[in-house]
T-cell receptor, first 114, second 113 residues
Protein backbone atom coordinates (compact mmCIF):
# COMPACT_ATOMS: atom_id res chain seq x y z
CA UNK A 1 0.00 0.00 0.00
CA UNK A 2 1.02 3.58 -0.56
CA UNK A 3 2.04 5.91 2.24
CA UNK A 4 3.14 9.51 2.37
CA UNK A 5 5.41 10.99 5.01
CA UNK A 6 6.13 14.57 5.98
CA UNK A 7 8.62 15.95 8.42
CA UNK A 8 9.00 17.66 10.64
CA UNK A 9 5.50 17.62 12.11
CA UNK A 10 5.95 20.98 13.79
CA UNK A 11 8.51 23.73 13.28
CA UNK A 12 9.11 27.10 14.93
CA UNK A 13 11.55 29.32 13.06
CA UNK A 14 12.70 32.95 13.39
CA UNK A 15 12.10 35.43 10.61
CA UNK A 16 14.95 35.40 8.11
CA UNK A 17 15.99 31.81 8.78
CA UNK A 18 16.06 29.12 6.06
CA UNK A 19 13.47 26.38 5.67
CA UNK A 20 13.45 22.83 4.38
CA UNK A 21 10.35 20.62 4.56
CA UNK A 22 10.48 17.12 3.19
CA UNK A 23 7.85 14.84 1.75
CA UNK A 24 8.35 11.24 0.63
CA UNK A 25 5.97 8.74 -0.91
CA UNK A 26 6.24 4.97 -0.68
CA UNK A 27 4.57 2.22 -2.64
CA UNK A 28 4.06 3.98 -5.97
CA UNK A 29 6.11 5.09 -8.95
CA UNK A 30 6.17 8.36 -10.87
CA UNK A 31 3.49 10.07 -8.79
CA UNK A 32 2.33 13.62 -9.33
CA UNK A 33 3.38 15.56 -6.23
CA UNK A 34 1.90 18.71 -4.73
CA UNK A 35 2.64 21.25 -1.98
CA UNK A 36 -0.29 23.10 -0.43
CA UNK A 37 -0.45 25.72 2.31
CA UNK A 38 -3.39 26.11 4.63
CA UNK A 39 -3.38 29.48 6.39
CA UNK A 40 -5.92 30.52 8.97
CA UNK A 41 -9.02 31.92 7.30
CA UNK A 42 -7.61 31.48 3.80
CA UNK A 43 -8.34 27.89 2.89
CA UNK A 44 -6.03 25.48 1.12
CA UNK A 45 -3.81 26.97 -1.57
CA UNK A 46 -1.76 25.05 -4.12
CA UNK A 47 1.86 26.24 -4.07
CA UNK A 48 3.76 23.86 -6.35
CA UNK A 49 3.19 20.68 -8.32
CA UNK A 50 5.52 18.25 -10.06
CA UNK A 51 4.85 15.62 -12.70
CA UNK A 52 8.39 14.21 -12.69
CA UNK A 53 11.95 14.49 -11.39
CA UNK A 54 13.24 18.02 -11.76
CA UNK A 55 9.89 19.28 -13.12
CA UNK A 56 8.39 21.95 -10.88
CA UNK A 57 5.49 24.28 -11.61
CA UNK A 58 4.71 27.22 -9.36
CA UNK A 59 1.15 28.35 -8.87
CA UNK A 60 1.65 31.58 -6.98
CA UNK A 61 4.57 34.01 -6.65
CA UNK A 62 6.08 33.72 -3.22
CA UNK A 63 9.07 33.43 -0.96
CA UNK A 64 9.25 29.64 -1.33
CA UNK A 65 10.73 27.17 -3.80
CA UNK A 66 10.33 23.46 -4.42
CA UNK A 67 12.57 20.71 -5.72
CA UNK A 68 12.14 17.06 -6.67
CA UNK A 69 15.56 15.40 -6.53
CA UNK A 70 14.13 11.87 -6.64
CA UNK A 71 10.98 10.29 -8.02
CA UNK A 72 9.24 10.05 -4.66
CA UNK A 73 10.80 12.98 -2.80
CA UNK A 74 9.47 16.53 -2.80
CA UNK A 75 11.15 19.34 -0.87
CA UNK A 76 9.83 22.78 0.02
CA UNK A 77 12.45 25.41 0.79
CA UNK A 78 13.03 29.03 1.60
CA UNK A 79 16.25 31.02 1.95
CA UNK A 80 14.70 33.60 4.30
CA UNK A 81 11.39 33.04 6.05
CA UNK A 82 8.77 35.76 6.39
CA UNK A 83 6.07 36.05 9.04
CA UNK A 84 3.51 35.43 6.30
CA UNK A 85 5.03 32.00 5.63
CA UNK A 86 3.41 30.66 8.80
CA UNK A 87 0.79 28.01 8.14
CA UNK A 88 0.03 24.34 7.77
CA UNK A 89 1.91 22.78 4.85
CA UNK A 90 0.48 19.71 3.19
CA UNK A 91 2.12 17.44 0.66
CA UNK A 92 -0.02 15.29 -1.61
CA UNK A 93 0.48 12.69 -4.32
CA UNK A 94 -1.68 11.32 -7.09
CA UNK A 95 -1.46 8.98 -10.02
CA UNK A 96 -2.98 9.95 -13.34
CA UNK A 97 -5.64 7.48 -14.40
CA UNK A 98 -7.96 7.47 -17.37
CA UNK A 99 -11.00 7.73 -15.14
CA UNK A 100 -9.69 10.51 -13.00
CA UNK A 101 -7.35 10.80 -10.07
CA UNK A 102 -7.59 11.16 -6.33
CA UNK A 103 -5.08 13.10 -4.33
CA UNK A 104 -3.75 11.58 -1.14
CA UNK A 105 -2.49 13.91 1.54
CA UNK A 106 0.28 13.62 4.09
CA UNK A 107 -0.10 14.46 7.79
CA UNK A 108 1.19 18.01 7.31
CA UNK A 109 3.83 20.27 8.86
CA UNK A 110 2.76 23.15 11.07
CA UNK A 111 5.18 26.07 10.61
CA UNK A 112 5.23 29.06 12.92
CA UNK A 113 7.51 31.96 11.96
CA UNK A 114 8.24 34.37 14.82
CA UNK B 1 -10.17 31.98 -12.34
CA UNK B 2 -12.01 29.15 -10.61
CA UNK B 3 -13.57 29.97 -7.26
CA UNK B 4 -15.12 27.42 -4.92
CA UNK B 5 -17.55 28.40 -2.19
CA UNK B 6 -18.90 26.21 0.60
CA UNK B 7 -22.03 26.89 2.59
CA UNK B 8 -22.52 26.90 5.50
CA UNK B 9 -19.16 27.79 7.02
CA UNK B 10 -20.10 25.95 10.19
CA UNK B 11 -22.87 23.58 11.18
CA UNK B 12 -23.84 22.08 14.53
CA UNK B 13 -26.39 19.29 14.68
CA UNK B 14 -27.59 16.68 17.17
CA UNK B 15 -26.61 13.08 16.63
CA UNK B 16 -28.84 11.16 14.24
CA UNK B 17 -29.77 14.04 11.96
CA UNK B 18 -29.41 13.88 8.20
CA UNK B 19 -27.52 16.88 6.84
CA UNK B 20 -26.45 18.51 3.59
CA UNK B 21 -23.26 20.42 2.87
CA UNK B 22 -23.15 22.64 -0.18
CA UNK B 23 -20.38 23.48 -2.63
CA UNK B 24 -20.52 25.78 -5.64
CA UNK B 25 -17.92 26.59 -8.28
CA UNK B 26 -17.76 29.39 -10.84
CA UNK B 27 -16.22 27.61 -13.84
CA UNK B 28 -18.16 24.54 -14.98
CA UNK B 29 -15.22 23.21 -17.07
CA UNK B 30 -14.12 20.76 -14.40
CA UNK B 31 -12.50 17.34 -14.71
CA UNK B 32 -13.80 16.06 -11.41
CA UNK B 33 -14.91 17.13 -7.95
CA UNK B 34 -13.77 15.68 -4.65
CA UNK B 35 -14.98 15.85 -1.09
CA UNK B 36 -12.38 15.61 1.66
CA UNK B 37 -12.52 15.35 5.41
CA UNK B 38 -9.96 17.06 7.67
CA UNK B 39 -9.68 16.40 11.39
CA UNK B 40 -8.10 19.17 13.52
CA UNK B 41 -4.35 19.44 12.92
CA UNK B 42 -4.37 16.55 10.47
CA UNK B 43 -4.07 16.01 6.75
CA UNK B 44 -6.97 15.49 4.37
CA UNK B 45 -8.76 12.23 3.73
CA UNK B 46 -10.54 11.73 0.43
CA UNK B 47 -14.20 10.77 0.88
CA UNK B 48 -15.71 10.76 -2.59
CA UNK B 49 -14.63 11.64 -6.11
CA UNK B 50 -17.19 12.44 -8.80
CA UNK B 51 -16.07 12.59 -12.40
CA UNK B 52 -17.54 15.35 -14.55
CA UNK B 53 -19.62 12.80 -16.46
CA UNK B 54 -21.20 11.40 -13.27
CA UNK B 55 -24.16 12.66 -11.27
CA UNK B 56 -23.44 11.13 -7.88
CA UNK B 57 -21.26 8.83 -5.81
CA UNK B 58 -22.08 6.94 -2.63
CA UNK B 59 -19.94 5.54 0.14
CA UNK B 60 -21.68 4.18 3.22
CA UNK B 61 -23.66 7.00 4.83
CA UNK B 62 -22.23 9.56 2.44
CA UNK B 63 -23.72 10.58 -0.88
CA UNK B 64 -22.29 13.29 -3.10
CA UNK B 65 -24.08 14.75 -6.09
CA UNK B 66 -22.81 16.90 -8.92
CA UNK B 67 -24.68 19.30 -11.19
CA UNK B 68 -21.89 20.44 -13.43
CA UNK B 69 -23.97 22.82 -15.56
CA UNK B 70 -25.14 24.80 -12.56
CA UNK B 71 -21.78 24.58 -10.79
CA UNK B 72 -23.04 22.83 -7.67
CA UNK B 73 -22.34 19.80 -5.55
CA UNK B 74 -23.86 18.56 -2.32
CA UNK B 75 -22.58 16.13 0.27
CA UNK B 76 -25.35 14.32 2.09
CA UNK B 77 -24.54 12.66 5.42
CA UNK B 78 -27.17 10.28 6.74
CA UNK B 79 -27.73 9.51 10.41
CA UNK B 80 -24.88 11.73 11.60
CA UNK B 81 -22.61 10.57 14.43
CA UNK B 82 -20.22 12.44 16.78
CA UNK B 83 -17.35 10.81 14.88
CA UNK B 84 -18.43 12.72 11.78
CA UNK B 85 -17.31 15.97 13.43
CA UNK B 86 -14.59 17.46 11.22
CA UNK B 87 -14.03 20.04 8.51
CA UNK B 88 -15.37 19.00 5.11
CA UNK B 89 -13.65 20.41 2.06
CA UNK B 90 -14.83 20.47 -1.53
CA UNK B 91 -12.28 20.70 -4.35
CA UNK B 92 -12.48 20.78 -8.14
CA UNK B 93 -9.97 19.75 -10.75
CA UNK B 94 -10.02 21.84 -13.91
CA UNK B 95 -10.07 20.20 -17.30
CA UNK B 96 -7.28 22.47 -18.44
CA UNK B 97 -5.15 21.92 -15.35
CA UNK B 98 -5.28 18.21 -14.84
CA UNK B 99 -4.62 17.14 -11.28
CA UNK B 100 -4.51 20.61 -9.74
CA UNK B 101 -7.23 21.19 -7.20
CA UNK B 102 -9.01 24.39 -6.21
CA UNK B 103 -10.45 24.12 -2.70
CA UNK B 104 -13.35 25.74 -0.94
CA UNK B 105 -12.93 27.19 2.55
CA UNK B 106 -14.64 24.20 4.11
CA UNK B 107 -17.59 23.55 6.38
CA UNK B 108 -16.86 22.87 10.05
CA UNK B 109 -19.28 20.19 11.21
CA UNK B 110 -20.00 19.44 14.85
CA UNK B 111 -22.27 16.55 15.73
CA UNK B 112 -23.15 16.54 19.43
CA UNK B 113 -24.46 13.53 21.34
Amino acid sequence: SQTIHQWPATLVQPVGSPLSLECTVEGTSNPNLYWYRQAAGRGLQLLFYSVGIGQISSEVPQNLSASRPQDRQFILSSKKLLLSDSGFYLCAWSVSLAGGETQYFGPGTRLLVL
Amino acid sequence: KQEVTQIPAALSVPEGENLVLNCSFTDSAIYNLQWFRQDPGKGLTSLLLIQSSQREQTSGRLNASLDKSSGRSTLYIAASQPGDSATYLCAVSQSTSYGKLTFGQGTILTVHP
